[in-house]
């Protein structure tokens, strides 16, 4: 018999082939939003805390906490609901409605407070009382290697060892980190590119940290090149995702998007796979498909 559990991970890729500038070069996107909590936060949500669990460090009683933009939280509340865990998300404000009734579905108690900065010194400070823990994705190696055990794997195996490029969004890093690792040591080659807003541009997902709150888990010599993408431009693209490639997804996904086709345009040859995050039902009371 099948778990929920046991859906997360083996997600689909798909060539973007119309908005695709070099025929020479291929584009696949890695559909994560097909994972049973809609984006690839399940897979990192899954091994922190059953990793956590399998140490010691979380019991049958024990609250969690986490401060998330979103899709982290969703996952966290789904899988914490099957392990019969409480958890506390902590969301910014500005979060789309669909994110915080899903959460609250699952059964999480969900805080709202007025920016992720504000929302990760929250967490980390409930994390310290008694009874709780903090799961802190920002530095937690559980994270990460949950894309070293899973993702990478299935990027090497389903471009049949080819893939050339790697593209990824950069918020937490743990998709990149991960996926970083295990590629390198398949194929040193292999070229990995992250995604960072420009300056003052919001892209859900996506962050350009100040330097007091950039991820303990993120170690900059293990990506090649990283391209700054406006928000209009993965606005744009996630639009046309929707519309020419059938590619419903978030504005994260937009601007993975965007470095891939500015990449293959680049490039002679070559295979790139970038993470279409999530979903875009998770937009629809935003503006970005308005």
């Given at each position: 018999m099948v778990g929920i559990i046991d859906l997360i991970g083996n997600t689909p890729m798909v060539e973007i082939s119309h908005l695709n500038p070099n025929k020479k070069v291929k584009i696949y996107a890695k559909l994560e939003g097909n994972n049973p909590g809609g984006s690839v936060k399940d897979r990192a949500s899954l091994n922190m805390i059953r990793s956590a669990m399998e140490r010691g460090d979380i019991t049958d009683g024990t609250k969690?906490?986490?401060?998330?933009?979103?899709?982290?939280?969703?996952?966290?509340?789904?899988?914490a609901s099957l392990f019969g865990l409480e958890i506390?998300?902590?969301?910014?404000?500005?979060?789309?409605?669909?994110?915080?009734?899903?959460?609250?579905?699952?059964?999480?108690?969900?805080?709202?407070?007025?920016?992720?900065?504000?929302?990760?010194?929250?967490?980390?400070?409930?994390?310290?009382?008694?009874?709780?823990y903090l799961l802190n994705q920002f530095a937690n190696s559980?994270?990460?290697?949950?894309?070293?055990?899973?993702?990478?794997?299935?990027?090497?195996?389903?471009?049949?060892?080819?893939?050339?490029?790697?593209?990824?969004?950069?918020?937490?890093?743990?998709?990149?980190?991960?996926?970083?690792?295990?590629l390198k040591e398949k194929n040193n080659n292999i070229q990995i590119v992250g995604c960072q807003p420009t300056e003052g541009a919001s892209i859900p997902g996506i962050r350009r940290w100040p330097i007091e709150y950039l991820p303990k888990?993120?170690?900059?010599?293990?990506?090649d090149r990283v391209m700054d993408i406006s928000q209009e431009e993965a606005v744009d693209m996630a639009r046309k995702l929707a519309k020419t490639e059938?590619?419903?997804?978030?504005?994260?996904?937009?601007?993975?998007?965007?470095?891939?086709?500015?990449?293959?345009?680049?490039?002679?040859?070559?295979?790139?796979?970038?993470?279409a995050c999530d979903r875009g039902d998770r937009y629809l009371s935003s503006d970005l498909f308005g």
């Open positions: 969690l906490v986490e401060a998330t933009s979103g899709n982290t939280g969703i996952a966290l509340a789904m899988i506390e998300l902590v969301m910014p404000s500005n979060a789309t409605r669909e994110r915080t009734l899903t959460m609250e579905a699952f059964g999480a108690k969900v805080t709202l407070l007025e920016s992720i900065e504000v929302c990760r010194d929250y967490a980390e400070a409930k994390g310290k009382e008694a009874g709780y559980d994270n990460y290697m949950a894309h070293y055990k899973t993702t990478g794997p299935e990027l090497w195996n389903d471009t049949d060892h080819k893939i050339t490029h790697f593209v990824s969004s950069m918020g937490t890093t743990g998709t990149i980190m991960g996926c970083s690792r295990y888990i993120f170690e900059p010599e293990r990506v059938g590619v419903f997804a978030g504005m994260s996904t937009g601007g993975a998007c965007s470095a891939a086709i500015k990449l293959a345009s680049e490039l002679e040859e070559g295979i790139i796979v970038f993470i």
